[in-house]
């Protein structure tokens, strides 16, 4: 059975803070796919700061991670964990989390993207945390979270739901507790040294048509993608890379415009919701495991063209 939110220890990379009911940071995953929103349009971002609307919804009484109030009607997402149960002994190295969502469609094709008025609560995602820190954000019936660098011992799993924009519905987020007892534990990864990480984007070039489900494939150098280090403390020379729309600024480290996140040279991005003849910038960024940004920013951008 599924319990209420349990506090969990805050990183830089946390999306969850259930102690005070206040969504934090949060991202996207790249694992997730679904078909588009047709109703759902969006045009290009002529500035790297999201734009702000008249027609926003009005608010409820939920917060979003920078503190603000969510839409009217996110209060209907619900998830519950259908598995593992309360106290469940893990001797392996992953643990599996089956979930359930209700009041909205479960999507990862509109995240990133900006959904206004009555259907910024129709459509989400939800959010995985480990001990309080965010691992990814799913849409898909279950999720397998890697406990590599993870010590034995009783862990809290989080579950919470989230708006396109992975604004997080915090007090219908779900918690159960796992026992890590590995039988065969994994070996420790360590920070390695490294020359100047550096990523560009190989495909697709800087005005293509693009349409449908399509791959963004990069080339990483001087940096260890991991997705087994997702929400994990930092190591020196590892992290991840996110795919962002039109912007990488703003609150939550850029994260509201985030469409995926990999640990390997592709992800599957999605012109659902995006306005046939727009012009977009996807901008590929590496982050550390705790999913910020490094710092000086090393990012690549192409500007594409939406097709029918």
Known sequence: MSKSPLPGRLRP?????GAVGVGALALVAAACSSSGHPSVAASHAKSPMPEMSSSMPMASSSMSMGGGALPMGAERMHVTIVSAAEGTKVT?????VRVRVSGYRDTCALAGKHVMEMEATATGHYHVLLDGALVNMYCTPAAEVSLQNVKPGMHTLTVVPALDDHAEVTRNARSVMFDYAPATPLPALTGVTAGTPAIAIVSPGSGATVSGTFTVQVRITNFRPSCALFGKPNLDGYGHWHLNLDSAAGGMMGMGGMMGMSCTDTIQASTAGLTPGSTHTLIALLVDNEHAPLMPLIAARV?????T
């Open 13 to 17: 990379g946390s999306a969850f803070r």
């Open 303 to 307: 500007t594409v063209r939406i097709g």
């Open 92 to 96: 392996g190295n992953s643990v599996m």
